[in-house]
């Protein structure tokens, strides 16, 4: 059983940045594959970023590519989205997701626990 908690949401401009950090309980932590979903008002969830149990693999949804970065720290239970160069699109309820073997990193069906959703508001 894993618990998720995100924080780090808010108000910002087009153009700046923003880190969201995302808290886990239990001690298995570092076997659970771990991503960052989005959804917009009326719209599905989509992908946003996934990283391995060790690290070693990242993945990226093609709207945030060279500008979203998704990174873990085993021992504090903690991953982290630093979020750059926001665009008005971003703005969205960011949830964090885990899983230890997702079926598909890309898809929200692959994973079993989810955090409450931080919101994250990018204005023009």
């Known amino acids: 059983q894993v618990q998720l908690v995100e924080s780090g949401g808010g108000l910002v401009q087009a153009g700046g940045s923003l880190r969201l950090s995302c808290a886990a309980s239990g001690r298995t932590f570092s076997r659970y594959t771990m991503g960052w979903f989005r959804q917009a008002p009326g719209k599905e969830r989509e992908f946003v970023a996934a990283i391995t149990w060790s690290g070693g693999s990242r993945y990226y949804g093609d709207p945030v590519v060279g500008r979203f970065t998704i990174s873990r720290d085993n021992a504090k239970n903690t991953v982290d989205l630093q979020m750059n160069s926001l665009k008005v699109e971003d703005t969205a309820v960011y949830y964090c997701?885990?899983?230890?073997?997702?079926?598909?990193?890309?898809?929200?069906?692959?994973?079993?626990?989810w955090g409450q959703g931080t919101q994250v508001t990018v204005s023009s």
């Open positions: 997701a885990a899983d230890r073997a997702p079926t598909a990193y890309g898809s929200s069906k692959g994973y079993d626990y």
